[in-house]
T-cell receptor, first 116, second 113 residues
Framework: EAQVTQNPRYLITVTGKKLTVTCSQN?????MSWYRQDPGLGLRQIYY???????DKGDVPEGYKVSRKEKRNFPLILESPSPNQTSLYFC???????????????FGEGSRLTVL | EDKVVQSPLSLVVHEGDTVTLNCSYE??????LLWYKQEKKAPTFLFML????IEKKSGRLSSILDKKELSSILNITATQTGDSAIYLC?????????????FGQGTILTVHP
């Protein structure tokens, strides 16, 4: 089944404790991206990657890191989480050529992160 | 800074009503405008509009891009309770920021029976 898988789905952590949210897709998509969703603010893009070893900042990259060593994986790293990073996080992927024609991003189920 | 604004932020209607959701944008190097529907989980794709394809329709949903006014509308006719969701508008840009997507705040639509 074609899917984007995020882990963990739910996490409660404490300020300053490094964490990684993994994202994996099995559709051979070049494009992957991370978003956070907060009430009243919609989705905001954190980072995106056009292909392996190619990443770029979205609108809200501060406090986050990413890497794209393999095509299928795009982990989101919070080196020193703070309470303002409490949010719902989505990973998404697309065949970018396909996205140009259809605009279809495939989203993961979301990861709800709470930083105390 | 790229900006996408949706209105209204929330809307409550009854089944059978027609609704119009708005999305306006200010971006550098516009490439396409996207509409997504988000129910309880992840957003799902509805439409993409570009300079070469300014109107799309699927069943009771339709969308138009106004390139002059830098805006788009999403129309839903004969609404049903299953249309209750958050509707998200996003703009993709080209040039050196190819791959960057800016979303609006979303419109929360509630359809009562």
């Amino acid at each position: 089944e074609a899917q984007v898988t995020q882990n963990p789905r739910y996490l409660i952590t404490v300020t300053g404790k490094k964490l990684t949210v993994t994202c994996s897709q099995n559709m051979n998509h070049e494009y992957m991206s991370w978003y956070r969703q907060d009430p009243g603010l919609g989705l905001r893009q954190i980072y995106y990657s056009m292909n392996v070893e190619v990443t770029d900042k979205g609108d809200v990259p501060e406090g986050y890191k990413v890497s794209r060593k393999e095509k299928r994986n795009f982990p989101l790293i919070l080196e020193s989480p703070s309470p303002n990073q409490t949010s719902l996080y989505f990973c998404a992927s697309s065949l970018w050529g396909s996205a140009v024609r259809t605009g279809e991003l495939f989203f993961g189920e979301g990861s709800r992160l709470t930083v105390l | 800074e790229d900006k996408v604004v949706q209105s209204p932020l929330s809307l409550v209607v009854h089944e059978g009503d027609t609704v119009t959701l708005n999305c306006s944008y200010e971006v550098t190097n516009f490439r396409s405008l996207l509409w997504y529907k988000q129910e309880k989980k992840a957003p799902t794709f509805l439409f993409m509009l570009t300079s070469s394809g300014i109107e799309k329709k699927s069943g009771r949903l339709s969308s138009i891009l106004d390139k002059k006014e830098l805006s788009s509308i999403l129309n839903i006719t004969a609404t049903q309770t299953g249309d209750s969701a958050i509707y998200l508008c996003a703009v993709a840009v080209g040039g050196t920021s190819y791959g960057k997507l800016t979303f609006g705040q979303g419109t929360i639509l509630t359809v009562h029976p």
